[in-house]
T-cell receptor, first 112, second 116 residues
């Protein structure tokens, strides 16, 4: 069945460090891929998405590229800020299946 | 003008009680969902409604009963609450689940349920 695997956290970085959070997926067909972010005490917000292979999603300095050959959708940011501290979720969904598969979430702590 | 709203934000109750959580979306979306997030942040889908019709009903105890009076509202009623029901419950909505660019989900702020 479809599934998403994310690297376990927490990930602790200093401000301005480079961020990578790994995400790999298993799915039949051609899923769309998403990154959601959850700030403390809040609901999930869509951060970025990619709907087909080789697409790059980007938002707020974050990027992720849909790599079908490696079934991956790693999240990257060149220079993190304290305000990026949150839990990040990778997710996939397939058209018509009305179901999102979320990874287990990766907590990011950014220290000043 | 909150897109997806839930009430209450916090709910503390005793075992055995019955409680409801309400969700409303003003995005004009057709599909709404309930998720449960446990203490380790793992998200599990519980139910999904499309145009007031139940389309996903995961393995959830039948003490949980969703109700959708119209496509902008999806409420969750829980009977005979148990300690293990303590979690954060999220409502979400999406415009369409059949079209590639229109089914990203928008989440409410969550309801933290504590059963004592």
């Amino acid at each position: 069945g479809d599934s998403v695997t994310q690297m376990e956290g927490p990930v602790t970085l200093s401000e301005e460090a480079f961020l990578t959070i790994n995400c790999t997926y298993t799915a039949t067909g051609y899923p769309s891929l998403f990154w959601y972010v959850q700030y403390p005490g809040e609901g999930l917000q869509l951060l970025l998405k990619a709907t087909k292979a080789d697409d790059k999603g980007s938002n707020k300095g974050f990027e992720a590229t849909y790599r079908k050959e490696t079934t991956s959708f790693h999240l990257e940011k060149g220079s993190v800020q304290v305000s990026d501290s949150a839990v990040y979720f990778c997710a996939l969904s397939r058209v018509g299946f009305n179901k999102f598969y979320f990874g287990s979430g990766t907590k990011l702590n950014v220290k000043p | 003008d909150t897109a997806v709203s839930q009430t209450p934000k916090y709910l503390v109750t005793q075992m055995g009680n019955d409680k409801s959580i309400k969700c409303e979306q003003n995005l004009g979306h057709d599909t709404m969902y309930w998720y449960k997030q446990d203490s380790k942040k793992f998200l599990k889908i519980m139910f999904s409604y499309n145009n007031k019709e139940l389309i996903i009903n995961e393995t959830v105890p039948n003490r949980f009963s969703p109700k959708s009076p119209d496509k902008a509202h999806l409420n969750l009623h829980i009977n005979s609450l148990e300690l293990g029901d303590s979690a954060v419950y999220f409502c979400a909505s999406s415009q369409d689940y059949g079209t590639r660019d229109r089914y990203e989900q928008y989440f409410g702020p969550g309801t933290r349920l504590t059963v004592t």
